[in-house]
């Protein structure tokens, strides 16, 4: 691998690298989002770019180790980061409202090494300063963290969780940035190697998120708070010349502990279970383009068929229609120059979501990006991404009086990011959102610029 440039993601310092030999600009989301609930169906997927830090969504390309942790990296870092933007719809409303997000940062980790791995702790303090807004208020954010990465024999893996409060700046809310939630995640990936061309690997992650107060500080809705219990376990088989093939299987179990279901005996949190069985393949072809792509056979169904659901202290009737279908996950990354990097990534899934009025979303999406190295220093990119979500077992709430139907969502952004010196990082982006929603009451369009810098000491190895 060789290291291309640093840019910059949600005020902390990523390191973009150009692989010739696979993908090209693969990032590890360092600062995943303090409401990022959303279980990709396609657990082994590759990460890639998020591009511009304007919202706090999860990677398109799921996380290849335990959620919301960087990793191991040996040593004492510590970084601090300005992120600063102005929108012309800052709370992405049917009315527009501007105004400028600031949110200084300070963050830090440590590893120590321990015979073939080792254990790590980090953290990061933020504020989201809100100015001409009357909409979002400002809120510390935070987050705390640790784990152990090991390597024994043929098996690697980590383990270890995290904890996260702020903002939800999730494109998905109806009240983008109208509300803080806290998560709680602890988890446990590992992969081990049987011979030269097999492999097993599994997975077993808690995830908890609550909802604890309005960004103006009205009153607070238990509607979003999810438990889940998440598993997967695959085999793998393949060689350079052949290709890698997986079978993999995964099931998520989550409870809505602010929804309750009236039954003969009594009240009942209600919940929600998916499963997935995955067929996947993915192959290097030369020394420009990587290829990864997979079916899936998708089982997500309500714990009850209750059409009776009490929300926020309300009695509603709500449709409890599950699904069963297929879906798939492409992902292709090609180098047509030593300077260029083209990555695109399509799928279907579905996402139990705690920012959204309904139980669950079937997600379609696409998205395409390029980016290009500027000599030694600096790079460009743009990318588009679109979305179309179909919502399931929707209701209303303290925080949408409508029920949601379907979004159709795009994004389009460029960013030149690079860096000044060996420590400082810098990155300019321009992006423009747009939503159309039924109802049309969650319409918005925002065009935004934002400028972040982040200044990195320490070195991780």
């Given amino acids: 691998m060789k290291r291309l440039t640093n840019v910059i993601d949600d005020g902390q310092a990523v390191t973009v690298r150009r692989i010739t030999l696979t993908a090209s600009a693969l990032l590890v989301a360092v600062a995943a989002s303090v409401a990022s609930p959303a279980h990709a169906q396609n657990p082994y997927a590759q990460t890639a770019s998020p591009g511009p830090a304007d919202n706090d969504d999860a990677p398109l390309r799921a996380p290849t180790a335990v959620p919301g942790l960087v990793g191991y990296s040996r040593g004492l870092s510590l970084g601090a980061s300005l992120a600063t933007r102005y929108e012309d719809n800052l709370g992405r409303q049917p009315i527009a409202d501007d105004g400028f997000r600031i949110r200084p ?45 090991f390597q024994l024999s043929r098996c690697t893996g980590e383990a270890g969780g995290s904890w996260r409060r702020g903002l939800s700046f999730v494109t998905d809310a109806a009240l983008f940035g109208g509300f803080n939630q806290e998560s709680a995640t602890a988890g446990f990936a590992a992969q081990c190697r049987l011979g030269g061309a097999f492999s097993v690997n599994g997975s077993a992650l808690r995830s908890d998120i609550k909802t604890v107060r309005t960004s103006r500080g009205g009153g607070v809705s238990a509607a979003f708070d999810m438990e889940s ?57 030369g020394t420009r383009i990587n290829v990864s792509a997979g079916v899936s056979y998708l089982d997500t169904q309500p714990s009850s068929d209750s059409s009776l659901v009490i929300i926020d202290g309300v009695l509603q009737i709500v449709d409890r229609p599950g699904f069963t279908g297929a879906g798939y996950d492409v992902a292709l990354d090609f180098n047509p120059t030593p300077r260029m990097g083209i990555s695109l990534t399509a799928g279907r899934n579905t996402v139990a979501n705690g920012v959204i009025g309904a139980q669950f979303t079937i997600a379609n999406f696409w998205a395409a990006q390029v980016d290009y190295r500027l ?45 000044l010196g060996q420590r400082l990082r810098f990155a300019f982006d321009v992006t423009h959102s747009r939503r159309r929603s039924n109802p049309s009451s969650l319409n918005f369009n925002s065009t935004g610029a934002g400028l972040t810098l982040g200044l990195q000491f320490g070195k991780g190895r």
Avoid: C, K
């Fill in 375 to 419: 000599g030694s220093r600096y790079t460009i990119s743009t990318g588009i991404s679109m979305r179309d979500n179909q919502y399931r077992g929707a209701f209303t709430s303290a925080f949408e009086p409508a029920r949601r139907i379907s979004d159709d969502f795009t994004r389009v952004f460029a960013q030149f990011g690079g860096r």
């Fill in 229 to 285: 219990w998440s598993y997967s376990a695959g085999i793998g088989f393949g060689n350079p010349a052949l290709g890698q093939f997986s079978l993999s299987g995964s099931m998520s179990d989550s409870t809505m502990p602010g929804r309750l279901i009236p039954t003969p005996t009594g009240l009942v949190e209600d919940g929600l279970s998916q499963r997935n069985l995955r067929f996947g393949y993915s192959r290097r072809l």
């Fill in 105 to 149: 940062q300070v963050s830090g980790s440590y590893g120590l090494g321990l015979g073939r791995g080792g254990v790590f702790v980090q953290g990061n303090y933020a504020r989201d300063f809100i100015y001409g807004n009357a909409r979002i208020a400002p809120a510390d954010r935070l987050m705390l963290g640790g784990g152990v990465d």
